[in-house]
């Protein structure tokens, strides 16, 4: 029974160590689009909470694209809605 205890006060301490060093064992490819990931409809502008691209090691160019209710889904960069609403976007954040 020491053992056990010993081995899970060990695993708790070294948790909290992790946590506070701000240490994460995520893959980096987490934040990647894969095939099963992308939408092909228009998501409606209002919508829309953020995007962000991809990071440049994944495979895919993507932009993955959080809506208000914090669902997340990749969409491809050149698809024609998206560029109209990151250009409106963008347009309205340099004119406020």
């Given at each position: 029974?020491?053992?056990?205890?010993?081995?899970?006060?060990?695993?708790?301490?070294?948790?909290?160590?992790?946590?506070?060093?701000?240490?994460?064992?995520?893959?980096?490819?987490?934040?990647?689009?894969?095939?099963?990931?992308?939408?092909?409809?228009?998501?409606?502008?209002?919508?829309?909470?953020?995007?962000?691209?991809?990071?440049?090691?994944?495979?895919?160019?993507?932009v993955r694209v959080e809506l208000l209710k914090g669902k997340k889904f990749c969409v491809d960069w050149e698809e024609?809605?998206?560029?109209?609403?990151?250009?409106?976007?963008?347009?309205?954040?340099?004119?406020?």
């Open positions: 029974m020491k053992v056990f205890s010993l081995a899970l006060l060990t695993l708790l301490l070294a948790a909290l160590w992790t946590g506070s060093q701000g240490i994460s064992f995520r893959s980096p490819y987490g934040a990647c689009c894969y095939k099963e990931m992308f939408v092909r409809q228009k998501i409606p502008a209002f919508l829309i909470r953020s995007y962000q691209k991809t990071p440049s090691h994944c495979s895919r160019k993507a024609g809605w998206f560029q109209q609403y990151r250009q409106q976007k963008e347009s309205t954040s340099t004119s406020t």
